[in-house]
Nanobody, 116 residues
Framework: EVQLAESGGSLVQAGGSLRLSCAAS????????IGWFRQAPGKVREALAC????????YYSDSVKGRFTISEDNAKDMVYLQMNSLKLEDTAVYYC?????????WGQGTQVTVSS
């Protein structure tokens, strides 16, 4: 059974930093594209960052490029999202995702709240 478990979300002041973690299990981690999405209240889920196994290329959305960094620890089946220079508009539930040639799997999310 594919399982993704996010952690690390908290309340943080604007300009601060957070590091989110995602523990993966139930699949071959290195065979799946992995990434982070977020969903703010009243909004659809937004793709933020992804590591694609084809060429190990990375993707970042314009809204987080230069501020957020996705990384992984393949030996531990872990994926991370380092978030710097946080803004009020970064407030959302953050989701870890995994996908191959099939469905996208989602974790349950972790809440990040940025305050002034």
């Amino acid at each position: 059974e594919v399982q993704l478990a996010e952690s690390g979300g908290s309340l943080v002041q604007a300009g601060g930093s957070l590091r989110l973690s995602c523990a993966a299990s139930g699949f071959t981690f290195g065979d799946y594209n992995i990434g982070w999405f977020r969903q703010a209240p009243g909004k659809v889920r937004e793709a933020l960052a992804c590591i694609r196994r084809s060429g190990e290329s990375t993707y970042y959305s314009d809204s987080v490029k230069g501020r957020f960094t996705i990384s992984e620890d393949n030996a531990k089946d872990m994926v991370y999202l380092q978030m710097n220079s946080l803004k009020l508009e970064d407030t959302a539930v953050y989701y870890c995702t995994a996908a191959n040639w099939g469905p996208v799997y989602w974790g349950q999310g972790t809440q990040v709240t940025v305050s002034s």
